[in-house]
């Protein structure tokens, strides 16, 4: 079973950035998909970013061009650039993995973009 534990939350304002962490239990190559996903009170959960194991990149249209994923594979980690956040990219951030067949969710993390 993979665990995830997400970082680096919190408030910020519109225009500004800022950087999630997701630290993944055990070696990252073992995972197909790793993800960021959010959801926004009242709404689904979406996905916001996916890389693939061969490093292959996805972005939700509402995302592009100001979110970057990338990952550290010496530290098992998974990072979500955050840039130009705007008041709508409001929710609690979660990293997933997919391992065939299974997806793996973190706890969560509160990003808040203040007006």
């Known amino acids: 079973q993979v665990q ?3 970082s680096g939350g919190g408030l910020v304002q519109a225009g500004e950035s800022m950087r999630l962490s997701c630290v993944a239990s055990e070696s990252i190559f073992s995972i197909n998909v790793m993800g960021w996903y959010r959801q926004a009170p009242g709404k689904q959960r979406e996905l916001v970013a996916t890389i693939t194991s061969t490093g292959s990149t ?3 249209d509402s995302v592009k061009g100001r979110f970057t994923i990338t990952e550290d ?3 098992n980690t998974v990072y979500l650039q955050m840039n ?3 008041p709508e990219d409001t ?3 979660y990293c997933n993995a997919y391992r065939y067949p299974r997806h793996y969710w973190g706890q969560g993390t509160q990003v ?3 007006s």
């Open 73 to 75: 594979n010496a530290k």
């Open 91 to 93: 929710a609690v951030y």
């Open 4 to 6: 995830l534990v997400e």
């Open 112 to 114: 808040t973009v203040s």
């Open 84 to 86: 130009t956040l705007k």
């Open 58 to 60: 996805n972005y939700a």
